[in-house]
């Protein structure tokens, strides 16, 4: 039978108990931001980010939707552009 203690730690205990790393940008190895590519096309900056880090997908975010989902994912790059489709922030892993 289980221990009911083990059963009731939260993810953090569980996380810290099994020494597991939290997904966080040390998580992910390799290239993690592309500063050089503020002020490029989006689209631009999708083929390099993809052309730099195979298996990666870069996602072209526009001005009316800035927000990004909660969860980290290794491989998932967002690319924040203007209205003009020029990206305005640094691209980063997330």
Known sequence: MKNHSQILKSPMERIKHNNLRMPTQDFCEGK???????GYCGETAVKIIEKER???????LPPDQQWRPLNFVCGR??????EKGI?????VMG
């Open 77 to 82: 790059v967002f690319v924040s552009v203007n």
């Open 87 to 91: 990206v305005q922030w640094i691209p």
């Open 32 to 38: 993690q931001s592309w500063p050089e590519l503020v």
């Open 54 to 60: 195979p298996g990666t997908v870069a996602i072209i």
